[in-house]
């Protein structure tokens, strides 16, 4: 004999069941978004970081260039005439050999894309701004790398085929100062700490820039 089945009850249960469905992905979207939404405030905090190392780093390079300026300043004179004190004009002339680097900070960059995250940024225009940022970067390096060519070529083969150390701790002679080969190096290595100094500050002002639009996004 056939029960008579309770459409009623039945029905209900099927309202309950899919309610039930519902609640439990409801929650899931809403753990997933939670989710998505610490990683991209930690994503964005974390860049910030690294953008403010990257402008502690470009202004502490602008202060080195700055100084190889000053040196270059104080050693032109005695490039064109004998004068007293090439001494302690000599200490500036080798401490230009010091070059100084560019390194960026792109760590938290590198991670976001690599990992397929930069959708969770939700901003099609903040993600044109950190990609023009970080795509700066290789123009910096080139700038900087202008002197170390100079450095590579001419610079380290000047100092060591041309000053004579013998000469210089035993009759305090520097005759190196009137070749004009150094005199060459000097207003070229002038002339790439002039554009790194520019590039350096533009740098910083993007960087800035990003920096401000980061805060806006958090």
């Known amino acids: 004999m056939l029960r008579k089945i309770n459409w009623r009850y039945a029905i209900g249960e099927i309202i309950i069941v899919i309610i039930g469905i519902s609640i439990a992905f409801g929650l899931n979207r809403w753990?997933?978004?939670?989710?998505?939404?610490?990683?991209?405030t930690t994503y964005l905090e974390s860049m910030f970081k690294d953008l403010d190392a990257e402008t502690l780093h470009l202004r502490e390079?602008?202060?080195?260039?700055?100084?190889?300026?000053?040196?270059?300043?104080?050693?032109?004179?005695?490039?064109?005439?004998?004068?007293?004190?090439?001494?302690?004009?000599?200490?500036?002339?080798?401490?230009?050999?010091?070059?100084?680097?560019?390194l960026p900070n792109d760590i938290t960059y590198k991670t976001l894309v690599n990992s397929g995250h930069v959708?969770?940024?939700?901003?099609?225009?903040?993600?044109?701004?950190?990609?023009?940022?970080?795509?700066?970067?290789?123009?910096?390096?080139?700038?900087?790398?202008?002197q170390n060519k100079i450095h590579e070529k001419y610079f380290g083969d000047f100092i060591m085929y041309h000053v004579d150390y013998?000469?210089?701790?035993?009759?305090?002679?520097?005759?190196?100062?009137?070749?004009?080969?150094?005199?060459?190096?000097?207003?070229?290595?002038?002339?790439?700490?002039n554009i790194a100094i520019k590039t350096s500050k533009s740098g910083i002002e993007q960087t800035e820039a990003l920096k401000k639009s980061l805060q806006e996004a958090l």
């Open 166 to 193: 013998d000469a210089i701790y035993s009759k305090n002679e520097y005759a190196f100062f009137d070749k004009k080969e150094l005199r060459n190096i000097i207003n070229a290595l002038y002339g790439t700490y």
């Open 61 to 102: 390079n602008i202060a080195s260039f700055e100084r190889k300026v000053q040196d270059i300043a104080a050693i032109r004179p005695h490039l064109y005439r004998k004068m007293t004190g090439r001494d302690t004009t000599a200490q500036k002339l080798f401490r230009l050999a010091q070059i100084v680097n560019f």
């Open 31 to 40: 753990a997933s978004g939670n989710k998505d939404r610490k990683l991209r």
């Open 119 to 146: 959708n969770l940024l939700n901003d099609i225009n903040l993600q044109k701004e950190i990609e023009a940022h970080y795509s700066n970067h290789p123009i910096i390096q080139l700038d900087y790398e202008r």
